[in-house]
């Protein structure tokens, strides 16, 4: 069972730092592209980057230039590094993967970006 377990939420100052983490288990296929997505209470579910296997970037236009991602593929891991954070990136955050034409997706995780 394909598994993506998220992990780097939490509360910090605007301005700073987190990163991200989420690793897929459970299947032995490519997986392309992965990602990130976020989402407030009441609101869709939105693209903040994606990442194909052969290193193809895509970010939302609100976290270019702030947010970078990376992945490596011989561990099916992909990392979301948040710089200049701001209150309006305060979300849960969910690991996106794509693998043979199905959407998976991780449990979520909070960041919160407050003083």
């Known amino acids: 069972q394909v598994q993506l377990v998220e992990s780097g939420g939490g509360l910090v100052q605007p301005g700073g730092s987190l990163r991200l983490s989420c690793a897929a288990s459970?299947?032995?296929?490519?997986?392309?592209?992965m990602g990130w997505y976020r989402q407030t209470p009441g609101k869709q579910r939105d693209l903040v980057a994606t990442?194909?296997?052969?290193?193809?970037?895509n970010y939302a236009d609100s976290v270019k230039g702030r947010f970078t991602i990376s992945r490596d593929n011989a561990k099916s891991t992909v990392w979301l590094q948040m710089n200049s954070l701001k209150p309006e990136d305060t979300a849960v955050y969910y690991c996106?993967?794509?693998?043979?034409?199905?959407?998976?997706w991780g449990q979520g995780t909070q960041v919160t970006v407050s003083s």
């Open positions: 990442i194909t296997s052969a290193g193809s970037t």
């Open positions: 996106y993967a794509r693998i043979l034409n199905t959407d998976r």
């Open positions: 459970g299947t032995r296929f490519r997986i392309d592209p």
